[in-house]
C-alpha cells in the first residue's frame, strides 16, 4: 500500500471520527428524536400542501399522486408504505378543514422546519438565524416549491423515458434503478445547501447528499429486510404500522443529522496542518490582519478567503469570532456579499481588544514566526513569565500569611 493511501485511510478515519464526535457534541440523537414527534403531526399539513400546490397548475394536477407514489415507493420501506393510504385519507380529509384548523396545521408544518433549521444552524455554529419574511419565504418555498420541483423533475424523466429510442437504451443500462438515487442526492444536497444560514460550498453538500442517498437506500433495504422477519404484527396488529412509521423516521431523521455533520465537517476538519493551533486571541489577531491586508487593497473578505486559513484558526469557530468582531464595529457585511473592515485599527490598541474579548492573552507560542507575529509572540510569553514569577508564592503559604484568630 502506497504512503498517498496511507495517508489517505488515515485522514478518513479521523475526519470519521470527527463526525461522529460531533454528531454526539451536538446532541443530534435527541434531536432527530424530537423531529420524528414533529414529523409525525407535521407530515400531513406537508402532504396537504404538496396537494394544493400542484393542483393549482393544470399540468400538474395529478401530479400529487405521483408524487406521493414516487416518494413511498423509493424513500419508504414496503413494510412501512402501508401508512400512505392512512397518510392520503388524513391530508384528504385536512382539505375540507377551516380557515382556523388549516392555519393550525400550517403553523405545525412550520415548526418542524423552525426546528430543522434551528438544528443545522446549531451543527454549523450559526448564531445568526433568519428573520422574520426571509425565513417565512425560505419556508413557504420548502413547502410549496420543493413539491413543485420535484413533481415536474419526474414528469420531465417521464416524458424523455417514454421516447422509444431512448427508453430502450436507459432499460439496458438500467436507467430508472439510479433515477431514485439521483433525485435523493439532489434533495439532500439541496437541503444542506439552503437550510443552514451561512454559504455551504456546493461540493461537500453533493458529497454529503450522495452519499446521504446512497446509506437511505441500503437502511431502506435493511430496514424492510428486518422488518418483514419480525412480530411486530402479532404484538400490535393492524396499529404495527404506526410504530413501525416513527422508527423510520427516527431512522432518517438520524441519517439526515449525521449528513449534515459531514458536509459542516468536510468545511472545518482540517486536512492539513498541526493538531494543536493558537490560542483563540491569537487567532482573531490573525483573522484581523486578513482584513487589514484586504482593507488595504480595497477588497472585501470572502468565507473562502477565511477557509484558507483553516491551518491556522480554528474554522468551526468563525462564527463566534465574526459575530465579536461585528459587535465590536470592527467588521460588517457588505451587500454583494463578503465583509470587510470597518474601523481605522490605529484607534484600537491590543489590550483595549483584550479587554472586550472573551479570551485570555496567549500564553506560549507554538511555531516560530516572524513580523508581526514573533514580536507580539514575544510580549506574550514576556507577560507570561512576569505573571507566572508574581503569582508564584505556593497556596499553603498564602493562606497561612493571613491573620490567624484568637481563640480566646
Known amino acids: 500500500m502506497s504512503v498517498k493511501v496511507k495517508q489517505g485511510a488515515l485522514q478518513t478515519w479521523r475526519l470519521g471520527g470527527f463526525v461522529i464526535r460531533h454528531y454526539i457534541?451536538?446532541?443530534?440523537?435527541?434531536?432527530a428524536a424530537a423531529l420524528t414527534y414533529q414529523t409525525l403531526f407535521a407530515v400531513v399539513p406537508a402532504l396537504t400542501v404538496m396537494y394544493t400546490v400542484l393542483s393549482t397548475f393544470?399540468?400538474?394536477?395529478s401530479m400529487g399522486r405521483v408524487l406521493e407514489d414516487f416518494i413511498f415507493t423509493n424513500i419508504v420501506p414496503e413494510n412501512v408504505a402501508l401508512a400512505q393510504e392512512y397518510l392520503r385519507g388524513?391530508?384528504?380529509?385536512?382539505?375540507?378543514?377551516?380557515?382556523?384548523?388549516?392555519?393550525?396545521l400550517a403553523v405545525t408544518a412550520f415548526l418542524m422546519l423552525f426546528t430543522v433549521e434551528r438544528t443545522f444552524n446549531e451543527i454549523w455554529r450559526i448564531k445568526e438565524p433568519r428573520r422574520g419574511f426571509q425565513r417565512l419565504m425560505m419556508y413557504w418555498a420548502v413547502l410549496s416549491l420543493g413539491p413543485l420541483l420535484v413533481g415536474v423533475g419526474i414528469g420531465v424523466t417521464t416524458y424523455v423515458l417514454s421516447i422509444p429510442l431512448i427508453s430502450d437504451v436507459t432499460e439496458s443500462l438500467l436507467f430508472l434503478r439510479f433515477l431514485?438515487?439521483?433525485?435523493?442526492a439532489s434533495t439532500f444536497t439541496l437541503i444542506y445547501v439552503v437550510v443552514p444560514n451561512t454559504l455551504v460550498p456546493l461540493r461537500h453538500a453533493v458529497v454529503g447528499g450522495v452519499l446521504v442517498a446512497a446509506i437511505f437506500e441500503t437502511a431502506k433495504f435493511l430496514f424492510g429486510f428486518v422488518m418483514s422477519r419480525s412480530d411486530f404484527e402479532l404484538i400490535y396488529g393492524a396499529f404495527a404500522v404506526v410504530p413501525l412509521f416513527l422508527l423510520w423516521v427516527y431512522v432518517s431523521w438520524t441519517i439526515i443529522l449525521m449528513g449534515a455533520e459531514l458536509v459542516k465537517s468536510l468545511g472545518v476538519y482540517r486536512f492539513k496542518g498541526s493538531e494543536k493551533l493558537e490560542d483563540s486571541f491569537f487567532q482573531v489577531l490573525i483573522i484581523l490582519d486578513v482584513f487589514y491586508q484586504?482593507?488595504?487593497?480595497?477588497?472585501?473578505?470572502?468565507e473562502k478567503k477565511i477557509r484558507n486559513l483553516g491551518s491556522r484558526i480554528e474554522l468551526e469557530q468563525w462564527s463566534e469570532y465574526r459575530q465579536q468582531l461585528m459587535a465590536l464595529n470592527l467588521i460588517r457585511a457588505v451587500e454583494k456579499g463578503g465583509l470587510v473592515l470597518l474601523k481605522d485599527l490605529s484607534e484600537i490598541t491590543v489590550w483595549e481588544l483584550y479587554e472586550a474579548l472573551p479570551w485570555p492573552l496567549p500564553a506560549r507560542s507554538l511555531d516560530e514566526k516572524s513580523g508581526w507575529e514573533a514580536a507580539l509572540s514575544k510580549t506574550f510569553e514576556s507577560i507570561a513569565g512576569r505573571t507566572e514569577g508574581v503569582l508564584g508564592t505556593d497556596l499553603e503559604s498564602l493562606f497561612r500569611s493571613q491573620k490567624q484568630p484568637n481563640p480566646e
Not at 58 to 61: E, I, K, L, P
Not at 90 to 104: E, R, V, Y
Open 90 to 104: 388524513f391530508s384528504q380529509q385536512a382539505q375540507n378543514l377551516s380557515i382556523p384548523s388549516a392555519a393550525f
Open 58 to 61: 393544470d399540468s400538474f394536477s
Open 180 to 184: 431514485p438515487l439521483f433525485l435523493s
Open 25 to 31: 457534541d451536538d446532541s443530534c440523537q435527541t434531536t
Open 294 to 302: 484586504a482593507h488595504q487593497n480595497g477588497e472585501v473578505v470572502t
